[in-house]
Structure formats: structure tokens, C-alpha cells
């Protein structure tokens, strides 16, 4: 019986604890609710808890374990001259042996008694027609090996099935005893859904520290190769891969030409994105009715669920050109010299793209920031006499400014963050100039081509990558700090 059936009988089970719980519960109270220290509803959930998370829990335990126990078992009993193979051999081996498990497992009775007596290429052929191809003629011992790893499996499912479904049943059996009318069946389950939450809590947290953990080992590695004054100060962007299976540190790698295409081409694209956006903002919160903004604001942030990959596509094969042609005909009429000043990949490009992507981001925070301000604060400004076009400059802007500029710091930081609008719409060039219309390359783009083809994990030219990505975690967490703890220090002022 395979983990999900099992999975479902225990939550089967746990429904009907469930039931027979609150139905105890009921029979207890006697039509008097307050004979009872918990409402029925905590009581059913109680013994749905005892027969289903400790089931749960050991299912899990045995799902992780068992593997690496069965094939230790397995290994065990290969011959000598197989085990003094190397471990990537062995590997392989194995991997083979699973698959010729799972092809006799689809075996009847009789073929399978006469495999062994088969050679290579005819169970490999045997196997194929069951729809299990082998890279190769299995080896006797691989035969053998494969039947004791379907003989091991199929009791370790037996033995898993029963024990799973037994604990879960006694879970619901212990639960239901356990009901009482003064039985603090609310605080049980009030605790279990607390450690729910921090477990999910600590979940995210981990999973986050391990993200960290992992860029900081193998940028360390780096940095043990390569100075770190050399990367954060270099100013020539050159990693020259080394051959396969080497670790040659030839070649420079300045952070400096990647850094200033990251901070260029996102300046750009906030320059596009933040006057869009907040202006779009404005219109929502102050002038357009409620028609209008339950129909325009959906219709806005449909831009914020496009792919990136395809704002990419879109830079590529029409922003890009177009602008392009543009300036080949403005050089034309100034100049009669039709050449293009604007290349189809450059900052600019890939700035206005990218600018259109974070237009909804910009908006959608924006609003909620202004409609956020009291209505008090409209009211007695006009009032007073002033305008709409006057409420919103001299008294609704000033009063959101510094949500607003929390939030932009958070679009900037996501702008920074960017990879494939700039992969394809900015160039590869790692280059230290000012005209928005050459291209250049940035932080993520030369982390994916660090990362693209056969990697080595110990030369330098691939542990750049990891220097290049927990540097580019820094400057994010940095400016997503620096934006919460603007939105935290002025939230208070105008409530």
C-alpha cells in the first residue's frame, strides 16, 4: 500500500474520531452544554488529533528512514570485487537496481522464478516490455540484489501499512477514553494548533537561514581564492572559465561594472515606474469613482501576474527594435546619416520594461498608502476652501509620504532584483559607462551565466556566483530594512 493511500485511511480515520468524538461529547453533556469544560466541536477535534499527527508524524519518520536502511541492506550483500568499485559506480549500480525492481514487481509469478535464470540482455528485454528501460545488460548479482530490494520493500510496506493505521486507530481510541466533562479538550487543541504555527513559523525562518548559510560557504570559498578586496573594488569584469576539472583563478572579477549596470538600469526603470504608478495611485484614491477604480485597478495589476520571461520577449523583439528604428530615422533627419544611436540591448531597453512591470507595484502600495490617510484630514482641508488638485498636493501627499517612499524603497529593491528582463533586453557587457543607450550587464544576469553549462563547484569562475548572489541579498535586505523601518517610525503620525 503506497504512502498516499495510507495517508488518506489515517485522515479517514481521523474524520471519524472526529464524529465520534463530538458525539460523545454530546451524550456526556446531556443536552446541557455547560456540564461540559469545552464545546463539542473541541472534543471531536481532540480526537482527530490523537488519531491522526502522531500517525503522521511516524509515517514521515518512516518515509525519510527506511531508504537509506534498505539500501544499506541491499549494498551489504553485493560481492567484493563490487563493492571496492568507486562510490559513483556504485551509485549508478543501484540506481539500476531500483529500476530492475520495479520492472519485476510488474512480473508475474512464474517470470519471475525464471529471471535469474535469464542473462542480461534478455531481462533487459523482458523489462522493456513492461515499460522499464535499462541504460545496459543487468550482472547476476544485480539480479539477486534487485529481488532481495523488492523482498525488503514490500515487508517494509507491510510492516508500515500496519503499524501507521494501528497507531492511528489506538490514537482514536486513547482520545475517545479520554473525554470527560471537565476535560480541557479546547486547551489541548489550542496548544497543538499553537506549535502548528510555530512550526511554520520556524519553518520560513530556517528555510531562510539556510539560504544564507549556503551563499556564505561557497562565497567563502571564493574568498578564499580570490581577495575580497579584488572583487568589491575591481573595476574589469573578466572571469575567464577554466578548463573542466580545474581550478584556474586566471582572470578578474570586479564587482564594481556589475553593480553600476544593477543601480543604472533600475534607476531607469524607476524613473518609468514611479511617476506611472504614483500619478495612477492618485487618480484611484482621489478622483476616479467607484466604477472606474474597481474596473481600472484589476486591470492594472494584471501587469504584476505577466512572466517576467515575457516582459523579456516583449523588450527583445519590440521595445528594443523599436527604439532602434527610432533612432536611426531621428539620426537621419538631423544628420541625413540614418545610423542607430540606440541599440536594440541597452539600459534604456531594458529600463522602460522593466519600468512597465513595476508601475502595478508602485500603484498598488501607493493607493493602499493614500486611502489610508484619515478621511478627517480631506474633509477639513476642503472645508477650508481649498481645492481637490490643493488636498492632495498640500495635505493627503504630505501626510502618505512616508509610506510612500518606504514603498518605493521596496519596488527598488525588487527592480534590483530583476533577472530576465535584463538577460534579454540589456546585453551581457560588463561595462563602466553613462549612456543609457549602450548596453550593460548587471548582478543576476552574470550570476545565471556563471551558473549555465558544466559546472565545476571548486573553481573560482563558478563560486562567483554565490559572492555575486549574497552580495545582491545584502543591498536588498539593506534597502527592504531601511523602507520597513521608515513605514514603522511614521506610521503613528497621522492617526
Request: proline residues 5%; charged residues 15%; glycine residues 8%.
Amino acid at each position: 500500500m503506497s504512502a498516499w493511500i495510507i495517508l488518506l485511511i489515517v485522515i479517514l480515520i481521523g474524520f471519524v474520531a472526529y464524529a465520534l468524538g463530538s458525539s460523545r461529547a454530546t451524550r456526556l453533556a446531556d443536552g446541557k452544554p455547560s456540564k461540559l469544560h469545552s464545546r463539542y466541536g473541541y472534543h471531536g477535534a481532540f480526537v482527530a488529533i490523537t488519531a491522526v499527527l502522531p500517525a503522521i508524524i511516524v509515517l514521515a519518520i518512516w518515509l525519510v528512514a527506511t531508504p537509506g536502511m534498505i539500501e544499506s541492506r541491499v549494498r551489504s550483500e553485493f560481492p567484493e570485487d563490487v563493492k571496492a568499485l568507486p562510490a559513483a559506480t556504485l551509485n549508478l549500480n543501484y540506481g539500476m537496481i531500483n529500476s530492475i525492481a520495479r520492472g519485476v514487481a510488474l512480473l508475474s509469478d512464474e517470470q519471475r522464478q525464471q529471471i535469474e535464470t535469464l542473462d542480461g540482455a534478455d531481462v533487459r528485454t523482458l523489462l522493456a516490455t513492461k515499460g522499464v528501460p535499462l541504460a545496459g545488460d543487468p550482472e547476476p548479482y544485480m539480479l539477486k540484489a534487485a529481488n532481495t530490494l523488492l523482498d525488503i520493500s514490500q515487508t517494509n510496506q507491510l510492516v508500515m501499512t500496519i503499524a501507521v493505521i494501528a497507531l492511528s486507530a489506538a490514537g482514536a481510541f486513547l482520545g475517545l477514553r479520554a473525554i470527560a466533562p471537565r476535560f480541557r479538550a479546547r486547551n489541548r487543541v489550542e496548544q497543538v494548533i499553537l506549535a502548528a504555527l510555530i512550526l511554520a513559523s520556524m519553518i520560513a525562518i530556517m528555510t531562510t537561514v539556510g539560504i544564507v548559510l549556503s551563499m556564505l560557504t561557497e562565497a567563502w570559498h571564493f574568498f578564499e581564492v580570490i581577495p575580497a578586496t579584488n572583487f568589491f573594488f575591481g573595476t574589469v569584469w573578466d572571469p575567464r572559465f577554466a578548463a573542466a576539472g580545474t581550478t584556474d583563478a586566471s582572470g578578474q572579477f570586479g564587482l564594481i561594472p556589475l553593480l553600476l549596470g544593477t543601480l543604472y538600469i533600475g534607476f531607469v526603470a524607476m524613473l518609468v515606474a514611479v511617476p506611472v504608478g504614483l500619478f495612477a495611485a492618485i487618480y484611484m484614491a482621489e478622483y476616479a469613482t467607484s466604477t472606474v477604480r474597481s474596473v481600472a485597478k484589476p486591470l492594472l495589476e494584471v501587469l504584476a501576474g505577466i512572466p517576467t520571461i515575457v516582459y523579456g520577449f516583449f523588450a527583445l523583439t519590440t521595445v528594443g527594435p523599436f527604439l532602434r528604428d527610432i533612432s536611426a530615422q531621428i539620426s537621419g533627419l538631423t544628420t541625413g546619416n540614418y545610423t542607430n544611436f540606440i541599440q536594440a540591448q541597452s539600459v534604456l531597453t531594458a529600463g522602460f520594461v522593466m519600468g512597465i512591470m513595476l508601475i502595478p507595484y508602485v500603484s498598488s502600495l501607493s493607493d493602499d498608502i493614500i486611502t489610508a490617510v484619515p478621511r478627517a484630514m480631506r474633509d477639513g482641508s476642503l472645508g477650508l476652501g481649498a481645492t481637490r488638485s490643493e488636498t492632495v498636493k498640500k495635505v493627503i501627499l504630505p501626510a502618505a509620504l512616508p509610506g510612500i517612499v518606504g514603498a518605493l524603497l521596496m519596488t527598488a529593491s525588487r527592480a534590483i532584483g530583476e533577472t530576465m528582463i535584463v538577460v534579454l533586453a540589456a546585453g551581457v557587457a560588463a561595462r563602466m559607462q553613462l549612456n543609457p543607450f549602450e548596453p550593460m550587464t548587471t548582478v543576476t544576469v552574470k550570476i545565471v551565466n556563471q551558473l549555465t553549462g558544466d559546472l565545476e563547484f571548486t573553481s573560482p569562475q563558478t563560486l562567483v556566483a554565490f559572492a555575486l548572489g549574497i552580495t545582491l541579498f545584502f543591498i536588498t535586505l539593506c534597502l527592504n530594512i531601511y523602507a520597513l523601518y521608515i513605514v514603522r517610525k511614521y506610521r503613528e503620525q497621522y492617526e
